[in-house]
């Protein structure tokens, strides 16, 4: 390939993750959320690495599903947000999907299917995130109208809104009021994501859906954790030129950053169209040639400037870490005004995805 801006996937990372996470709660089943492209990493890729670990994978649409079964991945596969449309259901029958039933709607189209082709399903509840799923008040009497359509593999699931947040005591809330509903309906639960799997351990109940820490993003708040959770992506790049500049020289679009010495200025190939976050400030770190660098000017589409003053020797063609082993993806997020799910799977599909084993 000509340009040299790529996204390297770890997978020693993604499988030390995803172990981990999963060994924090040994009397539950893990399985591992391979959603918006496996949180840009690339969800055939994930899926392949992860398929004798993971007994399944979640994804958030039936198209997602079916990108997996075409890559030949045959594990079961849970599409969280359910079916969009009538003609989905047959889908996930044909695709052995088990659809997350949020409305009323849903469970009136699955009705509709022949009984030797109906789905399994799972059915979920608004515990206090409000987004979706039945009303707490409403799901026994949901249950009971369409237990037909409910069988062995039915599972009762729900969504935390503050589960990274050790001091909100949402969480708690959530779980006793999703615990008093779940009791009476006598189904498995599901209940916990990779943060709530780390900070509330009786929120590991029959399957938690791990997504973001299995990536090596943020699960919680505490430093006080007992899990490791290594980095899973490297995007880097490198330098397409170098030039000085005097003191008092802008550098990019608008001159937001304007040299206060005699300085050193190193263009890298990669900008918001690779899905390097243009909100990026100037002093947003990299690092070149075993040191950090600062991005100096306005990210532009295809380009990014840095202040390289400090460091020997950078020449055309070193290479540029913008997040990975030295520069963590959380430290970048925060200089954009974002999290790291962001920056994950804002990734352009221009970027490679280079999986690597140690």
Not at 23 to 40: C, E, I, R, W
Not at 198 to 208: C, G, I, T
Not at 290 to 314: C, E, F, P, W
Not at 330 to 350: F, K, N, P
Request: hydrophobic fraction near 40%; charge should be neutral; charged fraction near 20%.
């Amino acid at each position: 390939m000509s340009r040299q801006t790529q996204a390297i996937i770890h997978a020693d990372a993604l499988l030390h993750n995803f172990k981990a996470l999963a060994a924090l709660a040994p009397t539950s089943q893990s399985m591992a959320v391979v959603k918006a492209d496996a949180y840009g990493h690339g969800a055939v890729n994930v899926a392949r690495i992860l398929q004798h670990v993971s007994s399944r994978f979640a994804v958030a649409i039936i198209e997602e599903a079916i990108a997996l079964r075409d890559a030949g991945i045959t594990a079961p596969i849970i599409v969280l947000e359910g079916a969009h449309q009538v003609k989905e259901c047959k889908m996930a029958y044909q695709n052995n999907c088990i659809l997350v039933m949020h409305c009323q709607e849903q469970l009136d189209w699955l009705d509709k299917c022949p009984e030797d082709s109906r789905p399994h399903v799972w059915l979920k509840v608004d515990s206090g995130m409000h987004r979706l799923g039945f009303a707490m008040s409403d799901i026994e009497a949901i249950a009971k109208k369409y237990r037909h359509l409910l069988s062995e593999q039915t599972v009762i699931a729900t969504h935390f809104a503050c589960a990274d947040d050790v001091d909100n005591r949402f969480t708690g809330t959530q779980l006793r009021a999703f615990k008093q509903v779940a009791d009476k309906l006598g189904f498995p639960t599901s209940v916990a994501n990779s943060p709530a799997t780390v900070n509330f351990p009786e929120s590991r109940n029959a399957w938690n859906r791990l997504g973001v820490g299995v990536y090596g993003g943020a699960v919680s708040t505490s430093n006080d954790v007992d899990i490791e959770i290594y980095s899973t992506m490297t995007l880097r790049s490198s330098v397409l030129a170098v030039r000085n500049i005097a003191a008092g020289e802008g550098v990019g679009y608008g001159q937001t950053w304007v040299a206060d010495k005699p300085s050193k200025i190193a263009t890298v190939g990669i900008g918001y169209a690779d899905g390097y976050p243009r909100h990026c400030k100037n002093g947003t770190p990299v690092m070149v040639r075993g040191k950090r660098a600062y991005l100096a000017g306005r990210v532009s589409m295809d380009m990014i400037t840095i202040d390289v003053t400090h460091i020997d020797n950078v020449n055309v063609g070193d290479e540029v870490e913008l997040w990975g082993q030295n520069v963590s993806i959380q430290e970048v997020a925060a200089w954009a005004d974002t999290i790291d799910y962001e920056l994950m799977t804002r990734i352009s599909q221009r970027v490679p995805r280079i999986v690597k084993y140690l």
